[in-house]
DNA sequence: ACAAAAGTGTTTCGACTACACCCATGG
DNA sequence: CCATGGGTGTAGTCGAAACACTTTTGT
């Protein structure tokens, strides 16, 4: 499928070019991707010659695979690297971060199965795993890269930060402790297709930091929520908790939310106050600085 | 050049892919980017058959088109919408930032003859350019987007904030107020081929976005230079001033830079002591969280 | 001497953190 | 009545912003 001609003076190719999602709910407390086969694959498709933009083919797309209408949807970045698909010819994808709301249907795949290091919330699981892997890590750096390494994984002081999803990912290739290698433990999770664990990993960063500025986590809320709910939300996608009390305060405090006067009951003790995302004041694309609480644990 | 074929039962496309450079750097206190020709175009180049990576690809045609050796470079954004070219075929392009050190060759544009807006430093012609802009959009706002427009303004107490540059555009943009389009003034800039002036707008978003969490300012200063130089160029990029005596301070108190020992009597008062990046601590890429400060003006 | 830029000390302010405690409900 | 989650008040901490002031050169 290479055609080349010739411009500049040099070889110039027309490629495949694929659009790729990745599709992120939460299911209880569960942060689930849009991943089906074994191994798991990202849902993929082509340009659309008749959509004008490359948002509108990719929501048309997910919706006709996966049957999934799609919210947030945010250009990620386009991999294109040769010999990506194990193939010489080169394959251009371009990879998007999709949100929607959880169902019950197949295909969805635990995040934190795929990056198991990255959910921090408490539990035996996250433990067990953790100290195994430090000690990996600590062995591949030492001791050239155990700066890199400490800094990345919140070692010797430093803080973890969700938001270097990526950079994790990518220093765990690097020392060959990823599960597409021959080192890999449980630990490290279950590998994916080609480079697709690369990409979920870019759109679990991306999640994380656009969270800190921006009110995406209301496009997986329900309309009408409590602020216990949207912490559980916050928390799951962020792989860490944050202090009860504060995270409270501060939603509302900049005006994100408004009480629809109602109280669920179901919540176990005392009765919780409904909000609604305050839509109006963010039809508005892009409005930024509206902060949401995001763990910075020690 | 399509060459459909079939696939999930949907028309696949096979088409051209370019990659775009926006390459800047600062001259004194004026920040340029590569641009030539009437109207100014982007450099622009295939991705090459033969490099196996996208910044390979790019790094060589800069190289070739412009004779220059790009140091820092970031992946920013892929463009595909349909008649993107005023043409019907889809044309993606893979668009790239790129820093280099100044020189004197040809082909360097003045960003801010581009987005004169985004300049607000100081002076008389920003102050000029400012109240009329402010003008135009205060009467296409009123009244339904008016919440928007003075966010991205700094209007009616909001900070301005250099990074929101891109959205700045779009609403210039929508506002039919750039130069590509009827109601263009001095004040809204020079145009470009395309859509080309949208990636530079894309570009100075995200440096002045990187610059607030990664020390990338140095891939633009020489090996040695004194904080007050190092002020200037951030200042050039952000489009405003920052408070001195605190930049000084907080220059090095993340040990980011390191005394020479020499320094430079030529800076017209008190001889100022020369720097240099303490490049041994971040060899290791992506390392963050060593913030420069950047100025947040009402 | 004085302008101009370099450089230091100190205070203020606000955002986030942490701790302590009260409230309302179901079992 | 007590466990459980919802909710509020308030003190501490840290870093950025602002202000006042000293130092060192060239002219």
Redesign the pocket.
């Given at each position: 499928m290479e055609v080349p001609s010739h411009r500049y003076g040099v070889t110039v190719s027309t490629v495949r070019v694929d659009l790729v999602a990745v599709v992120v709910s939460v299911d209880g407390q569960t942060p689930r991707v849009l991943a089906a086969g074994a191994p798991r694959r990202l849902p993929a498709g082509p340009l659309r010659a008749e959509q004008t933009s490359l948002q509108a083919s990719l929501r048309e797309f997910v919706l006709e695979q996966t049957g999934h209408r799609l919210g947030f949807v945010e250009q990620l970045y386009t991999f294109a690297d040769l010999g990506r698909g194990g193939h010489a010819a080169r394959e251009v994808s371009i990879s998007y971060l999709g949100l929607a709301h959880a169902d019950t249907g197949p295909g969805w795949t635990r995040l934190y199965d795929l990056l198991p290091w990255e959910d921090r919330r408490p539990g035996p699981r996250a433990d067990a795993g953790r100290v195994e892997i430090v000690r990996a890590i600590r062995a591949w750096a030492r001791p050239d890269r155990s700066a890199r390494a400490s800094f990345l994984w919140g070692l010797d002081g430093h803080p973890w930060r969700p938001e270097l999803a990526l950079q994790r990912y990518e220093l765990l290739w690097e020392a060959g402790l990823v599960a597409e290698s021959s080192d890999a433990t449980e630990a490290t999770g279950e590998g994916m297709v080609q480079d697709h664990r690369r990409i979920v990993a870019t759109a679990l960063s991306r999640l994380r930091a656009t969270l800190q500025y921006r009110p995406v986590v209301f496009e997986l809320m329900p309309d009408a929520f409590?602020?216990?709910?949207l912490q559980v939300v916050v928390e799951a996608l962020a792989g860490s908790t944050v202090?009860?009390?504060?995270f409270?305060?501060?939603v509302g405090q900049h005006g994100l939310v408004e009480p629809t006067g109602g109280v669920d009951?179901g919540?176990?003790?005392?009765?919780?106050?409904l909000y609604r995302f305050h839509r109006a004041l963010f039809t508005e694309r892009d409005l930024v600085g509206t902060?949401l609480?995001v763990p910075?644990a020690?």
């Amino acid at each position: 499928m290479e055609v080349p001609s010739h411009r500049y003076g040099v070889t110039v190719s027309t490629v495949r070019v694929d659009l790729v999602a990745v599709v992120v709910s939460v299911d209880g407390q569960t942060p689930r991707v849009l991943a089906a086969g074994a191994p798991r694959r990202l849902p993929a498709g082509p340009l659309r010659a008749e959509q004008t933009s490359l948002q509108a083919s990719l929501r048309e797309f997910v919706l006709e695979q996966t049957g999934h209408r799609l919210g947030f949807v945010e250009q990620l970045y386009t991999f294109a690297d040769l010999g990506r698909g194990g193939h010489a010819a080169r394959e251009v994808s371009i990879s998007y971060l999709g949100l929607a709301h959880a169902d019950t249907g197949p295909g969805w795949t635990r995040l934190y199965d795929l990056l198991p290091w990255e959910d921090r919330r408490p539990g035996p699981r996250a433990d067990a795993g953790r100290v195994e892997i430090v000690r990996a890590i600590r062995a591949w750096a030492r001791p050239d890269r155990s700066a890199r390494a400490s800094f990345l994984w919140g070692l010797d002081g430093h803080p973890w930060r969700p938001e270097l999803a990526l950079q994790r990912y990518e220093l765990l290739w690097e020392a060959g402790l990823v599960a597409e290698s021959s080192d890999a433990t449980e630990a490290t999770g279950e590998g994916m297709v080609q480079d697709h664990r690369r990409i979920v990993a870019t759109a679990l960063s991306r999640l994380r930091a656009t969270l800190q500025y921006r009110p995406v986590v209301f496009e997986l809320m329900p309309d009408a929520f409590t602020r216990g709910r949207l912490q559980v939300v916050v928390e799951a996608l962020a792989g860490s908790t944050v202090h009860t009390p504060n995270f409270r305060r501060l939603v509302g405090q900049h005006g994100l939310v408004e009480p629809t006067g109602g109280v669920d009951h179901g919540t176990g003790g005392r009765p919780a106050r409904l909000y609604r995302f305050h839509r109006a004041l963010f039809t508005e694309r892009d409005l930024v600085g509206t902060k949401l609480p995001v763990p910075r644990a020690r």
